[in-house]
């Protein structure tokens, strides 16, 4: 027994007991000196790391990526530079050109949907791995449509992702782009829970595509990041139900003041284009149709309010915009036009002074660039996005591409920058994979620095197909216009919410999702929203 002890505690000590995978000439070169250097890591979170004090890497179990390495802080060593990121290296001869997509949004899904993978490997970096489609994402709020209804897997997108051997999805942020090495960097993401430490790692492209989209505005007033729900994530309906919800529930205890009760059930919604204008409506049609009946000993006290700084629905017809105005004021939303100075914890302060307490703040004034791409070493067009000529192809670097939310047109093109709107980000990603399939692929031009010379015919052009919005209450709003001014088709009612729903239910991406949003439609007809509390 203690002969056994013994030589548990001297293998413990040499390094070489708790290594649960095994460890080939691929992964490090054994030698004399690098045995030397192996140090046992005794927390019970890190007893698959290997790792080596010299260069300050990690080698991990079951990890995807085997070229990934962990990268401490305080890394100096210019001798072992190589060692700093794990790498996807550039391809070789004989290797197809590798695309590499950064986002899993409008644009690069329809570019990934469409993207030839006889010509190419892709690899996608995203810190989500699946698309959502925002339109009816209002409705997963309110229990409409269940979250999943919403989602689609990006390697469901493109199965070249899950299948081929040398196409990937990597879950993970990108950090910063080196366009004179070929080169993104970027860093996986950490779980809450903080069970494993990020990663850094390289991957080198021939080609790059950026379609990183956007984040919500908030005009830097002080306490809506730390107060204020959006509305462009799945996990930001999560948080608006689950909050929705509890408040509900809470509202009933016994103890809770007059003033307590509509400070809880007062829901606000800030900023009146389409998302915000669609979820009142939604909240709405929840409020008169599913708590008045489940909630019966607080439904006087729910109130929803929106706040918009001009005129709601402000790219619609005049007309549209005064039907969904009448339509909502009807159905107890309460418009009110001002501007947020701040926002606190239970109230917010307009610009006149006056205070609106509130229980559930969400907060939808429009979206802007993101850190990342601001922080971007790339010609910038106005608003801060990336900028982009003709052809989507970003200015004085080569092999990259920028799309969707995140770019707009320089100003030497003439041509103004487009809305951020799922629409465009979609035509943008279908042109673009047509000129990568059957310009730049059928040219042979798909490898770095090969298609300064390539001919890429027609320049995108952009055709607004018009604008639709639900305001609940089985009624919605469809401009057919191309232009706020311009004359077109538009309705309102009825006929126009079942136009609505059959457009977007054949803009869902699969089958499989359209399929799930009928059967939440009809269940939610029939039986009414589901108001269970989950988490």
């Keep these: ?3 056994a002890r013994l030589s548990r505690n001297w293998k413990q000590s040499s390094g070489t007991y708790a290594i649960n995978r095994c460890i080939t000439d691929k992964d490090v070169p054994f030698n004399a000196e690098t045995v030397d250097k192996m140090l046992y890591v005794q927390t019970v979170r890190k007893v698959d790391h290997m790792k080596f004090q010299s260069n300050g890497t990690c080698a991990v179990q079951g990890y995807r990526f085997a070229h990934a ?16 990121y794990g790498n996807l290296e550039a391809t070789k001869s004989g290797d197809k050109p590798r695309v590499v997509v950064l986002g899993t949004g409008w644009a690069a899904c329809r570019f990934l949907k469409g993207i030839d993978t006889t010509m190419y490997n892709v690899v996608c970096i995203s810190p989500r791995n699946h698309m959502v489609f925002t339109p009816l994402l209002a409705s997963t709020c309110v229990g409409t449509l269940e979250f999943r209804s919403v989602a689609e897997p990006v390697v469901r997108v493109q199965t070249a992702l899950a299948k081929d051997p040398n196409s990937y999805f990597y879950l993970a ?3 910063s782009v080196d366009t004179d090495k070929h080169e993104v960097y970027c860093e996986t993401v950490s779980d809450n829970e903080n069970l494993y430490e990020p990663y850094r790692f390289k991957v080198a492209y021939d080609k790059l595509v950026i379609a990183w989209g956007s984040e919500p505005l908030t005009f830097g007033i002080k306490g809506v990041k730390e107060h204020a729900l959006f509305l462009r994530e799945v996990s930001h309906a999560q948080e608006i139900r689950k909050r929705l919800l509890l408040n509900l529930m809470l509202s009933e205890t016994p103890g809770i003041s007059e003033e307590e009760k509509e400070q809880m059930l007062h829901c606000v919604v800030i900023g009146g284009g389409p998302t915000g204008v669609e979820f009142s409506g939604e909240l709405s049609d929840f409020i008169v149709r599913d708590v008045y009946q489940r909630y019966a000993h607080v439904k ?4 929803v309010t929106l706040i918009e700084a001009n005129e709601i629905l402000s790219s619609f017809d005049v007309g ?3 039907y969904a105005t009448k339509h909502l004021t009807k159905y107890g939303v309460r418009l009110v036009r001002g501007v947020v100075k701040e926002v606190h914890a239970k109230k917010l302060i307009l610009s006149d002074g006056s205070v609106v307490p509130y229980g559930l703040l969400v907060w939808s004034t429009g979206v802007g660039p993101s850190e990342f791409i601001k922080q971007l070493q790339l010609p910038k067009s106005p608003g801060g996005r990336i900028g982009i000529d ?4 970003v200015p004085s670097v080569e092999d990259v591409f920028a799309l969707g939310d995140c770019a707009g047109f320089l100003e030497h093109t003439g041509r103004p920058v487009l809305p951020a709107l799922a629409q465009v980000a979609e035509r943008q990603g279908k042109y673009l994979v047509e000129l990568f399939n059957k310009k730049i692929g059928k040219q042979n031009a798909g490898r770095a620095c090969s298609a300064n010379d390539v001919d890429l015919g027609d320049p995108f052009v952009y055709k607004h197909l ?11 709003l469809v401009d057919l216009s191309q232009t706020k001014d311009a004359k077109g088709v538009s309705m309102a009612g009825f006929v126009s919410w079942l136009i609505w729903r059959s457009a977007y239910l054949t ?3 699969s089958w499989r999702n359209r399929l799930y949003v009928m059967i939440n439609w009809a269940t939610t007809l029939v039986f009414g929203r589901d108001n269970t509390r989950i988490g």
Excluded: I
């Design 507 to 509: 803009r869902v991406l």
């Design 1 to 3: 027994m203690a002969l």
């Design 300 to 303: 006087n006290y729910v109130c």
């Design 69 to 84: 390495e962990r990268v401490p802080e305080d890394y100096s060593d210019s001798k072992s530079d190589k060692f700093r």
């Design 466 to 476: 018009g604008s639709m919005a639900s305001v609940g209450r089985y009624k919605a």
């Design 320 to 322: 549209l915009r005064q």
């Design 390 to 393: 003709e052809w989507l192809r």
């Design 173 to 175: 942020s990108c950090t």
